[in-house]
């Protein structure tokens, strides 16, 4: 008899010295993907499941949810996966409490000395390519991924076929590894250590581990290395969000819990899962468990090969780990196209191997002399200004910030502020207004942007508010870059207004960041000033083009394949008060030519 286990529970845990009350959800059992897959069919989504504004889709989320957490039968054993790559699977570790989870370890049969070992450590499922006819990623021709890769991870075909190994790990919870899944958080860090330091003793291995994989395989990252485990050499995160509540959970303040309600509900497991989703309805502030989600960037100190997509949800924390970490050995490469295609691609395998070569295996091949910074400048569509631009630092040493100051009269922009104050207004839930400024010359715009802005409410006492950065062409039309074919909306920022209050801590002149400590709502005919993070971005504009700044009071976006939804809270009128007093402005980041003789300009 199958035992029915409660949908959810809560525990009593400890976060630094304090204890809170935290819920955990029931893990989805494992299923054969046959199985998910008919009760998708038939439109059968458990209410915990359901995406909110996705009622049409739900059945297809199911049926992504049953690849990315399938979960073969527990079968040790060592095999040969292919001719020239031997595959221990479903290897136990015990953790430092007695727990054990497993994973499987790929390792070149012809192996004549030591290896490293790059590790894929995160939530979904270590072997998702035996749960369907073919594995192929979004982006990524088919055949390109072989079904021994784990999602979004190091792929063995490629990888042993270099000299390494690579171990697919069900962390705590997942598949049939014992206990709950906890997410990122320390208890995971401390998991990823534990197996880091056994799995250096393994008899095959060098002593030398490294890490790989973008998303949630890059995020892990972040927080395992944090531990510092002596054995882990270097690592890759391959863009991955950094503090779960700003980027995430809260981005801006405005609740997004739909999209992280679909991740938590494809995970499989014995047992039960963090339940960030039900941890944000009860404890819609940041406080002590939130803050076990932020990344220790000031602790990690080994070498780093970072990557940031300008025009995917992952790109601040990218950002903030090439920034905020300490390693002294620390690479980052900024690109337009998507996390998987850029992962996939032959030209970044070899540099990356490269890096591994450098750091896992000590040749000597002349990786240091890589660019500490490359930057991919965007134009428009899928033309890129510049590929691979090397830069010293991000940000940019030599930016120069300017403001443009909002025109509520006009429409319009200017580089000197606004004499006369104007107002106006958009329906809070539909609306949209824009702003505008033609460029008499090239600029370049590479880094942080903000937009500074007086607001007021009419008809309600909250506003949430969602701002991209545009570019149109000289006639007026929008000319936006591109994204696994898509249309991108540009550099984006959101605030629900009552979560105006910055902290002072992690301030900065060219990045505000809220405090998320308290709600402060409006009152009839108030006005206030609020600054609005803008994420990083680099693209040029060329003479005569114009840039848009685009403010709504919802997503602006149509196509896009993940369900990203926002718990909008907007009633009544929103309205922008500028000039005079009201100093509206947006922030930008203009970086001058590197070299300049006479018509001669050198970016």
């Known amino acids: 008899m199958m035992e029915v286990k409660a949908e959810r529970i809560t525990k009593k845990e400890k976060f630094g010295d304090v204890e809170l009350e935290t819920v955990y959800r029931k893990a989805r059992i494992p299923v054969p993907p046959d199985t998910l897959r008919k009760i998708a069919a038939s439109s059968t989504v458990a209410e915990d499941e359901k995406v909110s504004g996705m009622e049409d889709k739900e059945t297809d989320f199911a049926v992504l949810g049953a690849t990315f957490g399938y979960c073969p039968e527990f079968n ?260 337009r196209e998507f996390e998987w295609p850029d992962a996939y691609c032959s030209k970044y395998l070899e540099d990356l191997k490269r890096f591994f070569d450098r750091y896992l295996k000590d040749i000597n091949n002349g990786w240091e002399l890589t660019p500490r910074v490359r930057l991919e400048v965007m134009d428009a569509y899928e033309y890129d200004f510049q590929t691979d631009r090397p830069e010293k630092e991000f940000p940019l040493a030599r930016t120069q910030h300017k403001k443009l100051y909002l025109d509520a009269a006009k429409a319009s922009m200017s580089f000197d502020p606004i004499e006369k104050e104007s107002k106006v207004s958009y329906e809070g839930e539909t609306g949209i207004i824009t702003f505008d400024m033609k460029f008499e010359e090239d600029t370049e715009i590479t880094g942080y942007l903000k937009l500074h802005m007086w607001v007021e409410a009419e008809g309600h006492n909250d506003m949430d508010i969602f701002v991209n950065i545009q570019k149109l062409d000289e006639q007026g039309d929008w000319l936006p870059t591109s994204v696994l074919g898509e249309p991108h909306p540009g550099a984006w920022g959101k605030i629900r207004v009552s979560r105006r209050a910055l902290d002072p801590n992690l301030t900065k002149d060219f990045q505000p960041v809220q405090a998320h400590t308290k709600d402060e709502k409006l009152s009839p005919g108030e006005i206030v000033p609020i600054d609005i993070e803008i994420y990083p971005t680099s693209r040029i504009w060329h003479k005569g083009q114009q840039i848009r700044v685009q403010i709504a009071g919802h997503y602006v976006r149509e196509g896009w394949f993940e369900p990203f939804f926002w718990d909008i809270d907007n009633k009544g009128n929103h309205v922008i008060h500028t000039g005079g007093k009201y100093d509206s402005y947006v922030q930008i980041p203009v970086i001058p030519p590197k070299y300049v003789a006479g018509d001669y300009i050198y970016r």
């Open 76 to 335: 040790p054993r060592t095999i040969m996966a292919n001719d020239y790559i031997v595959c221990d699977q479903d290897v136990a570790t015990t953790l430092r409490d007695g727990t054990v989870i497993y994973s499987d370890i790929y390792r070149p049969v012809n192996a004549t000395e030591k290896i490293p070992c790059i590790v894929s450590w995160s939530y979904f499922g270590k072997r998702p390519g035996e749960g369907m006819d073919e594995w192929q990623v979004i982006g990524v021709p088919p055949g390109t991924v072989s079904r021994m890769a784990k999602f979004e991870s190091s792929d063995p075909a490629y990888w042993c076929r270099q000299g390494y190994a690579v171990a697919n790990v069900d962390p705590r919870g997942c598949g049939h590894s014992e206990g709950d899944i906890n997410m990122f958080g320390t208890q995971d860090a401390r998991d990823g250590y534990d197996f880091i330091e056994w799995l250096a003793t393994q008899e095959w291995c060098n002593g030398r581990i490294g890490m790989y994989g973008n998303s949630g395989v890059g995020m892990t990252q972040y927080r395992i290395a944090a531990e510092q485990p002596p054995h882990l050499a270097c690592i890759a995160p391959w863009e991955g969000t950094g503090d779960l509540y700003r980027e995430s959970l809260f981005e801006g303040g405005i609740p997004a819990l739909g999209f992280n309600n679909f991740i938590l509900s494809s995970l499989v497991g014995q047992g039960y899962i963090d339940d960030n989703v039900a941890m944000a309805e009860k404890y819609p502030f940041m406080n002590e468990y939130w803050a076990d989600k932020i990344p220790k960037w000031e602790k990690i100190k080994i070498p780093a090969y970072v990557t940031a997509c300008w025009q995917h949800m992952h790109l601040r924390g990218s950002m903030e780990c090439f920034r905020k970490i300490r390693s002294p050995k620390k690479w980052l490469r900024a690109h």
